[in-house]
């Protein structure tokens, strides 16, 4: 298995849902103007309590600062795991290759974002982190760093220096898990076909929020997905291992997920067609967690 760490460097935003009006054209802009902004990392997650975004250093330019606006402290790099035959990692086994990177960094204290899509999974990892990242996964992956938009191969002398020794901290916190009953599609939508659906996507963002029935195809067996969200309090971005917790016992069962971490929570969609849901309730600590299932809507 390859690791390619992503020339962008990613900051991680919220924008309150009072503020959304600030920042429609510059979301708009960034969103179906592509050629009209140097950005070439976006990422874009709307939840009850916020708009989570997830932009490279020319997306953030985009970006005036007010009081509507969250930014957190750190850069983050963008990890993409693949295989030797460089096709990229499908959504079966999302859970696994969180897993053989997560838990091994968790391990190390190291805080990660999980964000999946419908092609392949990003880990950002926070820049001050990397060589620590570099030395806990060489033995598994080739590494390789791109520069310039080409692969360079990483080895652990290259990131020597200063790399601190594994320290042993709390056990992480067992956090609540909430399944609202609503069902997700996983969408892709090919760039091309973008400027002839801007009107409809547009109203889908900012207004209406529903998506037409005949717009978009998911994957040719249509699945349905179950959310559950991990966090009864905003979640941080320092503690290690939450993502490990929910991956590792879905890996166990042989279960795959998509995973999205947003500013305040995270959230992991699972399959409804097996009992994904209840499986993760229950390798989830006994006692330690409580599962609500909200009222649908």
């Not at 874009?44 to 402290?73: C, H, I, N, R, W």
């Not at 035959?85 to 990660?112: C, D, F, N, W, Y």
């Not at 320092?238 to 305040?264: H, K, M």
Request: hydrophobic share 40%; aromatic share 8%.
């Amino acid at each position: 298995m390859e690791l390619h760490i992503l020339e962008h460097r990613v900051r991680v935003l919220s924008v309150a849902r009072p503020g959304l009006w600030l920042y429609t054209h510059p979301l708009i802009k960034l969103l179906f103007l592509p050629r009209r902004s140097r950005c070439k990392f976006f990422s874009l997650t709307e939840t009850p309590e916020d708009y989570t975004l997830m932009v490279d250093e020319e997306g953030f330019k985009e970006l005036p600062p007010s009081e509507f606006l969250q930014v957190a402290e750190a850069t983050w790099l963008v990890l993409n795991v693949s295989s030797h035959s460089g096709a990229a990692v499908q959504a079966a086994g999302v859970t696994k290759i969180a897993r053989s990177v997560i838990a091994p960094l968790a391990e190390h204290h190291v805080s990660v974002l999980m964000l999946s899509t419908y092609q392949t999974d990003f880990i950002l990892v926070r820049e001050q982190d990397l060589s620590v990242v570099i030395h806990t996964l060489a033995q598994e992956f080739d590494i390789y760093r791109e520069v310039g938009g080409e692969p360079v191969p990483v080895t652990r002398d290259d990131f020597s220096n200063g790399f601190p020794r594994t320290q042993h901290g709390p056990s992480p916190t067992v956090h609540p898990i909430q399944s609202p009953q609503n069902r997700f599609c996983v969408l892709t939508l090919d760039p091309e076909t973008l400027p002839a659906i801007a009107t409809t996507l547009i109203d889908v963002l900012f207004y209406s929020h529903r998506f037409p029935s005949d717009l978009l195809l998911t994957s040719s067996s249509g699945e349905l997905w179950r959310m559950v969200r991990i966090g009864g309090q905003p979640l941080g971005f320092d503690e290690c291992g939450i993502v490990a917790q929910i991956a590792g016992p879905l890996a166990a069962a042989d279960i795959s997920a998509y995973y999205i971490s947003t500013f305040n929570f995270d959230h992991a969609l699972v399959d409804m067609k097996h009992r994904e849901v209840k499986c993760l309730a229950q390798c989830h600590t006994a006692g330690q967690c409580g599962t609500r299932i909200p009222k649908e809507g």
